[in-house]
């Protein structure tokens, strides 16, 4: 990954050929450095040439329906159209609800009744892709998301923002923390926006950064 | 919008300015012909240049998940997290249900019980942007979506095919519509991907045009 | 245009229809205010709504190699394939060497020993495609370029830091100023970006705002 | 490369976790015979998540003016302002003109002139990014370049046509054969356009498709 990232550097300011920058033996220590000034400096189309890809299940469709608002990213998701749900449906449990044991019990009988309607449905010919209609924002899916390191840094910057809703910013959370484990260095570029700007430019600030006055 | 894209076809392939080209005095018949040449040999990017805008309402968000995959258009969509639902939410009922009286009640009935499962999460103090997980795919939304002309084409080419879902399918067709009435020439472009390729790419045909054997 | 950013602002915060919200009667002031707001939180999606297009010539290859790196933008571009070069070609003249008369006039006589020479290639038979490799960065072209605001406010970003190109910060301030004549608003945004970040990211400022330290 | 596009072709239609269907003892033949299936369907976005990564070199700014154009690319390319040519910059000789004996040495001479011309403004203090406004179309250039599988067919499609220019198409055909020596399969989709269509859409057919009647 660094070296592909650090050809891509020094190919624009290097009168070597990429293949050569890229057989060079350079140091990891001297990677990183130039990667970084190169990164602070705003230049982020160096590294876009490294796509990651993550395999994603037991999100809701309400946080992929936010999700694949991002445009500089490749999605293959579980359709509705073509998986039927077959028994009781897999659903999250948003956190202001799972703490409340009576909520919580009220929310899971409920998901009981619209598995059972979606089934009715089914059962009287009405195909998965309209049965689904009953089915809620809840509902689990699965997906195979794919995006370079410019858009990561990018949707870490929107949506590890407190701001941001708890599910996509709890999703987002652990897809860098995945890539961090490998990828330490990437570490301090996967922030909310704030760390980045040095304030807060949302409508009110949660006190992580001042907005400006 | 003809002159603008004449202007950007004759760019390409003349000594002169585009100012003059497109203060020229060229009749709306020869704009065409060049026109329908260039699209039809696929240099789309001329007419890249036409952005559209629609406001759409009384669509679900099942619809809406699929269509903002698009990832060359433009949106702004009604927030189910800051958009609290008053009384009964709004619903799109799929035809194959509409047409069948049981089962039309049956549904709409739900559609009662899920909004009273709403309200009450609401007032038991669970914010709107996790209330909502109760809330079906059937809900209505509303939103602005711009795309240009290419971008048109590509959907149409895709969700005017019968293999499509019927929501979006009807969508894309009464955008389509609008469009043509004011601008008759894309009528013979904003067609089923089958009417473009001669055949049938899907796995079954639906008779329009037959599989390549 | 603000009308339509003003719906799509709305849209996302109302129960209310894009449509009865694009045909209220709202003031312009207010509009202003709402749009203000939702650009300083960084919600620059709304603002792709409008896209604008614009006539450009004489200007140099140079500085089209460079200004078609942006992607999200709509370029239709003069040929050097299918445009035969007839006479002298047109030049640009970089303002460091049009400011000594010497040099200026060693550049003029160098462009047309360049032009003399792409003729006898194409008298000798070679293709005006081939003929054109020797052919300078300095050659003018001409090209009709498209992009939405929030691209149009990207590039500004970028390109009016000092750190940017001659000729290339000249042309996208001349873009920028056409359109500010016509919605003075947009001013503010239509800025380098140490303006927008507070800070300089450079290697080396220019004075204008410091580095952090 | 085949794991991940399979992956992503099974979660569409699946009920199962990527994770599981990525982990799964699929054979190859099985995997193979999916993923045709899709793509020939037309639904390339499955192929978005496999992205490559190319080290170009000794290509004209001829060429790399029309790459760039490919906005679905990343691009990190060698800087004419930053890296100042030291001796005769290396250039290409288009092949009309390299098989003729004495337009080559014209050619050849003429390059020399140009380098000199270049070294006179660099010594006079021009600095290199307008001494360079005198370099031609064919000075050599270096890039690296990545795009995904779905961008890579797209440009085959459009590059190895007949009509598309020889340098990009030469170069699009290299990239294309070593792809293809380390995935095979991918062979038959790398083809010009008039192969996928079945008939030729340009102006006047090369002869390897017949053009619509």
Same mark, same amino acid.
């Given at each position: 990954?660094?070296?592909? @990232?650090?050809?891509?550097? +020094?190919?624009?300011?290097?009168?070597?050929?990429? @293949?050569?920058?890229?057989?060079?033996?350079?140091?990891?220590?001297?990677?990183?450095?130039?990667?970084? $000034?190169?990164?602070?400096?705003?230049?982020? !189309?160096?590294?876009?040439?490294?796509?990651?890809?993550?395999?994603?299940?037991?999100?809701?469709? !309400?946080?992929t329906h936010q999700l694949v608002r991002h +445009?500089?990213?490749?999605?293959?998701?579980?359709?509705? +159209?073509?998986?039927?749900?077959?028994?009781?449906?897999?659903?999250?449990?948003?956190?202001?609800?799972?703490?409340?044991?009576?909520? %919580?019990?009220? &929310?899971?009988?409920?998901?009981?009744?619209?598995?059972?309607? &979606?089934?009715?449905?089914?059962?009287?010919?009405?195909?998965?892709?309209?049965? $689904?209609? =009953?089915?809620?924002?809840?509902?689990?899916?699965?997906?195979?998301? !794919?995006?370079?390191? +410019? *858009?990561? #840094?990018? #949707?870490?910057?929107? $949506?590890?923002?407190?701001?941001?809703?708890?599910?996509?910013?709890?999703?987002?959370?652990?897809?860098? *923390?995945?890539? =961090?484990?490998?990828?330490?260095?990437?570490?301090?570029?996967?922030?909310?926006?704030?760390?980045?700007?040095?304030?807060?430019?949302?409508? %009110?600030?949660?006190? $992580?950064? !001042?907005?400006?006055?």
């Open positions: 990954m660094l070296k592909t @990232i650090y050809t891509a550097c +020094r190919t624009c300011y290097s009168a070597d050929y990429p @293949i050569n920058i890229y057989n060079s033996t350079d140091d990891k220590e001297k990677m990183l450095k130039l990667i970084d $000034r190169i990164i602070s400096s705003g230049h982020f !189309s160096t590294i876009e040439h490294i796509q990651v890809t993550f395999a994603i299940s037991n999100v809701s469709r !309400s946080c +445009r500089h990213m490749s999605f293959s998701q579980k359709s509705q +159209r073509y998986v039927k749900e077959k028994g009781q449906f897999d659903y999250i449990i948003p956190p202001t609800i799972d703490q409340n044991e009576e909520l %919580k019990k009220k &929310y899971q009988d409920f998901m009981k009744d619209i598995s059972e309607k &979606y089934q009715e449905f089914v059962e009287s010919g009405i195909p998965a892709e309209d049965a $689904r209609f =009953v089915l809620p924002n809840a509902t689990a899916t699965s997906l195979v998301a !794919s995006l370079n390191l +410019r *858009e990561l #840094i990018h #949707i870490a910057n929107l $949506r590890l923002c407190s701001r941001s809703q708890y599910e996509i910013r709890t999703m987002v959370k652990m897809m860098c *923390e995945v890539l =961090v484990k490998e990828e330490p260095w990437l570490e301090k570029y996967l922030v909310p926006k704030c760390k980045r700007l040095g304030f807060c430019n949302e409508d %009110k600030s949660c006190g $992580r950064k !001042s907005n400006l006055s």
